[in-house]
């Protein structure tokens, strides 16, 4: 089983800046495989990004996700309210899928 | 516009049987390019992938819960669901019925979520 392994698992920041948070794997994953969900207090996940870098529909661009191998990075460019939240890497390159531990995003 | 709503007993006893279903309205579970997957997520925890199911029947499960699980589908009624033997405090989280769009050879990423139901496990 693939281990994923996310980080930091808290980040504080304010409205406006800039968010990177880290996914790191046991095991090379094939970059068409890695996604990124967002999940807020008592909501489902949100598919946010799918095979590494492409957003989902209605994703806004301010999300971005780059990395291969075993290394992944989600940006989010300039924090808007909304978008603090817990975020999950998930890899479905091998069975069974696993989900990263969540990085939460927190107003400093 | 796809919905996805989980239903079952909130309250299940140790030792007996989870049984939850999914039912799917603006799609049918008969297209070829989804699964339909339960995932979990204990209270304050992180998500787990249970299990998927395709519309031929065919389905996938994930190794870890060592227990008896079935994911299973009635494409009549165009709901999927899912049951849990022998479940154990363990077991108490948010359910989530989800579509899994088929990546092939692999499963795929998760686009649609229902909303979710708590099911505790006590006596």
Avoid: M
Avoid at chain 1, 60 to 73: A, E, L, V
């Amino acid at each position: 089983e693939i281990v994923l392994t996310q980080s930091p698992g808290t980040l504080s920041l304010s409205p406006g800046e800039r968010a990177t948070l880290s996914c790191r794997a046991s095991q090379s994953v094939d970059t068409s495989y890695l996604a990124w969900y967002q999940q807020k207090p008592g909501q489902a996940p949100r598919l946010l990004i799918h095979g590494a870098s492409s957003r989902a529909t209605g994703i806004p661009d301010r999300f971005s996700g780059t990395g291969s191998g075993t290394d992944f990075t989600l940006t989010i460019s300039r924090l808007e309210p909304e978008d603090f939240a817990v975020y999950y890497c998930q890899q479905y390159h091998s069975s069974p899928g696993t989900f990263g531990q969540g990085t939460k995003v927190e107003i400093k | 516009q796809l919905q996805l709503q989980e239903s079952g007993p909130g309250l299940v006893k140790p030792s007996e049987t989870l049984s939850l279903t999914c039912s799917v309205s603006g799609g049918s579970i008969t297209s070829s390019d989804y699964y339909w997957a339960w995932i979990r997520q204990p209270p304050g925890k992180g998500l787990e992938w249970i299990g998927s199911v395709y519309y031929t029947g065919t389905s996938y499960y994930n190794p870890s819960l060592k227990r008896p699980v079935t994911v299973s589908e009635d494409t009549s009624k165009n709901q999927f669901s899912l049951t849990l033997s022998f479940v154990t405090a363990a077991d108490t989280a948010v359910y989530y019925c989800a579509r899994q769009v088929r990546e092939f050879p692999h499963l795929g990423r998760l686009d649609f979520w229902g909303r979710g139901t708590l099911v505790t496990v006590s006596s």
